[in-house]
């Protein structure tokens, strides 16, 4: 039958739904939907020789022509630099001004590249743009957070094809980064702990969730996720802030990142999904109770009435067998 | 430019995207995506005709043949009152079996009936269904919330066409109505007011984002929806409990449903959407500082990595517009 499992990170349950289980290889995305992609359009903006000026670039690795992965300014941006950070009260209502930062970066000149296909060092420069973008903003005035994501497929909102991350920049701590803070604190305040080395050490002894290991990075599939296929990847190093990751966990999170992606890129088809890196509010970095993560959340099913309404989400597959699935795809 | 709003009801910000900005006529379905359905399915599980020997039914508005409206047991349920409540420990986790109830509201004898198309009163025995169901599963123990909702249309999870809302009892709190509660009780420690009625007599005073307003119910585009075209409907009679409802409001929440969801219907070309009803946890009733009410949550856009990664929407409507574009549409 049916489990509510409690995910101790955020507080939320989920209904781990036996009745309505589907097997692994159900959740794979149909051979009709996968779209073949040329490495080069004209009118990618992303794209070599479509870069303009430059004066929007905030990084870049490799030179101006032979570019490896760069950041720009977002055209777009959903929150803005040239905004002042001004409060406003009506009532008992509060908003602010739209201030904030939202840059993309630009993971490949080559339009048709995908995570789970690229060279560790591909991904390896994708994650010191993060760094370098992370490090640059988290001092910023007004800023409480920097959050980094990535959306893939157009199930998982991208609009454009040619990969890259985005990262938004905000002027207050974001309720899921709050919610989880407070978790940890809580646990801290009872077992002089970190919520995360916990799960950590106990998911590494069970053994049944985890998906791959390396020397400083560990990725599994969360007791409680919320969908088919969530999969978390820790730092085994206790540190608050992704800021601090060091050359070797760059070395690592690039190889357990790529490794983890094309696992689900081969085992599910190329899946929608997004990811994103939860890190400490920038200006509450060294805590004790708080680790950085990455979290992976493939939008294979869709949230209804029952969650909206309840915030308990529905799960259809059984977390030890999706990670079972997992680890036997061979990567070629 | 964009602004930050704060959701004082669920301590949520979202961003009023004014950079990304549409119009309220952008977020029409388009034509293409309208089908039309017939009126009966001999394959529809829900049709008259096709009910079985009535074992499943929990309740019904009409004789045995001409029902009106009638509820029954889920048959693929996500809870399941033949569970045993049994809580298990593993470490740092927690369980529980799945116990619960799920039942469905079938709305109308006809397939092709839409809640927006219905007379006053058919949505009328809708709502008496609600009350029904509510009022038998708050006091069964173990139960401690009652989630009502309805999905319309694919894009909100429907899986089957015949007109119907669903029902799903649960033995822990939902994380939703427990972070409402939470946001609640703080404000009137504060204020020693209900932040509902707060939140009604400011916009009532606004009348900016309102929609339409009958003796005892007002419907209107909240201050910082997370959506486009997300809409509340508050009773004015401060009560904590849907339960609580009596014959005058079940005919007024009916007539102003009804009315919403037709200017949705017409103004946005039979949006998919989900509605909720927000209780009082079942066994905390009576309480001062909690009042339900209805959302409705228009599935027009889709949440990407941003929303996964900081709890942040991103709204690109601004409520005040769609407000009223939402007034000025004519119902025949």
Partial sequence: MSELRYNIVNR????????????????????????????????????????????????RI???????TRS???????????????RHNDGIYHSISGYGV??????SPKHNLNLALMSDEEVENIIKAYKDRYLSLQNKEGIESVVIFRNNGSGAGTSLEHPHSQLIATPIVPPQIRNRVESA??????????????????????????????GTFASFVPYAGAAPFVTWIFPKRHTSSFGDINGLEIKDLASILKLTLSKL??????????????????????????????????????????EVGSGIFINSSLPEESAEFLRKIKVP
């Fill in 12 to 59: 939320e349950w989920v209904v781990i739904a036996t009745e309505r289980a589907k097997r692994p290889h159900d959740f794979m995305k149909p051979q009709k939907d996968v779209k073949i992609i040329p490495e080069f359009r004209q009118d990618c903006p992303f794209c070599p020789g479509n870069e303009g000026d430059l004066s929007d670039e905030t990084f």
């Fill in 185 to 214: 604190m809580a646990f801290f305040d009872v077992t002089g702990k970190c919520i995360f080395c916990s799960v950590l050490e106990q998911e590494m002894a069970a053994k049944i969730r985890m998906i791959s290991e390396n």
């Fill in 265 to 306: 890129y081969y085992g599910l088809n190329n899946p929608d999904y997004n990811y994103t890196i939860r890190s400490t509010p920038v200006k509450e970095d060294g805590k004790a109770y708080f680790h950085w993560y990455l979290t992976i959340v493939p939008r294979i099913t869709l949230p209804a009435g029952f």
């Fill in 62 to 68: 490799g030179g101006k022509e032979k570019w490896l």
């Fill in 72 to 86: 720009i300014y977002n055209k777009f941006p959903a929150l803005s630099p040239k905004e002042k950070l001004v």
């Fill in 102 to 107: 939202a840059e993309v970066i630009v993971e």
